[in-house]
T-cell receptor, first 112, second 115 residues
Framework: EAQVTQNPRYLITVTGKKLTVTCSQNMNHEYMSWYRQDPGLGLRQIYYSMNVEVTDKGDVPEGYKVSRKEKRNFPLILESPSPNQTSLYFC???????????FGPGTRLTVT | AQKITQTQPGMFVQEKEAVTLDCTYDTSDPSYGLFWYKQPSSGEMIFLIYQGSYDQQNATEGRYSLNFQKARKSANLVISASQLGDSAMYFCAMRGGRYGNKLVFGAGTILRVKS
């Protein structure tokens, strides 16, 4: 079954404590990205990756890091989380052309 | 820059009736794609329907159809025979970006189906 998995699904943490949200896809897609969803703003792209070792900033990259060491994995790293990063995060992947976009189940992050 | 506008923050519809959710878009790219996603209260993003800019016919998927009016830059979602399970947030999105894979989302419309 084609799928994108994310872990953890829920996370409550404190300001400044580094965390990583994992993302993995089993479709051999080149393109992966991270989005955050906030009320009234829809989803906004944080970072994306075109392939292994190729990443670039999206629209709201501040406070986040990513890496793409393997094609299937694209973790999101918050080195020093702050309360304004409390949000619902989605990982997504797509093949060339982008006509099929697959989303993970989401990670609900709360930073206190 | 690409932009998606959903002007209806919330909508109500009676069960078994049809409802139209509005979406307008702005882009200078001749090739683009438009998506609709459903997000129930559980939070996952569920793909509903896709329309390519060069597609001649409006896309349909079961009870969902996309009313694509290219000249007006609108891509409204029509849900026929609404069901209680259709109550959710609905997002319109456009495919674009440097590599054509980035999705730009609207703010969403909350749909409530009344029994």
């Amino acid at each position: 079954e084609a799928q994108v998995t994310q872990n953890p699904r829920y996370l409550i943490t404190v300001t400044g404590k580094k965390l990583t949200v994992t993302c993995s896809q089993n479709m051999n897609h080149e393109y992966m990205s991270w989005y955050r969803q906030d009320p009234g703003l829809g989803l906004r792209q944080i970072y994306y990756s075109m392939n292994v070792e190729v990443t670039d900033k999206g629209d709201v990259p501040e406070g986040y890091k990513v890496s793409r060491k393997e094609k299937r994995n694209f973790p999101l790293i918050l080195e020093s989380p702050s309360p304004n990063q409390t949000s619902l995060y989605f990982c997504a992947s797509s093949g060339r052309g982008g006509n099929e976009q697959y989303f993970g189940p989401g990670t609900r992050l709360t930073v206190t | 820059a690409q932009k998606i506008t959903q002007t209806q923050p919330g909508m109500f519809v009676q069960e078994k009736e049809a409802v139209t959710l509005d979406c307008t878009y702005d882009t200078s790219d001749p090739s683009y794609g438009l998506f609709w996603y459903k997000q129930p209260s559980s939070g996952e993003m569920i793909f509903l329907i896709y329309q390519g800019s060069y597609d001649q016919q409006n896309a349909t998927e079961g009870r969902y159809s996309l009313n694509f009016q290219k000249a007006r830059k609108s891509a409204n979602l029509v849900i026929s025979a609404s069901q209680l399970g259709d109550s959710a947030m609905y997002f319109c999105a456009m495919r674009g970006g440097r590599y054509g894979n980035k999705l730009v989302f609207g703010a969403g419309t909350i749909l409530r189906v009344k029994s």
